[in-house]
């Protein structure tokens, strides 16, 4: 039912529309079934170089909701080309935790963006 992306340490999303009148962007993300012996997924949320926030990702897909300041709405808007999202997550190692085939560092899950 979902499709979705690991993030790495920093991943980037491209904003390709957002107005001057934008006000909230919503991201959903899961840990991806994080084991308790690794640090929790936290993430912090930039848009356009500016830090929105930092959100703790639980089990399961939810929404994650920061505000957009109107000032960062406009300059955004007014920048043209498409405005960079980006996350700054803690990863972990399924082989160096579990022990398994898979070496990749893993962030969080992501499924979709929304800019309102």
């Known amino acids: 039912d979902r499709t979705f992306r690991w993030t790495r340490p ?12 934008s006000h909230e962007v919503t991201v959903w993300m899961s840990n991806g079934g994080r084991p308790p012996s690794v640090d929790p997924a936290d993430v912090a949320i930039y848009l356009h ?3 929105l926030g930092t959100v703790r990702v639980g089990d399961g897909f ?5 505000a957009i300041p109107p000032d960062l709405a406009a ?3 007014a920048f ?3 405005v960079e999202l980006k996350l700054v997550t803690s990863v972990w190692n399924p082989h160096k935790v ?10 969080v899950m992501v499924d979709r963006v929304t800019v309102r």
């Not at 920093?10 to 001057?20: F, L, P």
């Not at 939810?62 to 920061?66: D, F």
């Open 49 to 51: 170089n500016q830090r």
């Open 75 to 77: 300059r955004a808007a």
């Open 10 to 21: 920093t991943s980037y999303i491209s904003i390709t529309v957002i107005q001057s009148t």
């Open 80 to 82: 043209g080309d498409p």
């Open 98 to 107: 579990l022990g398994t085939p898979d070496d990749r560092d893993l962030g």
């Open 62 to 66: 939810a929404p994650y909701t920061l």
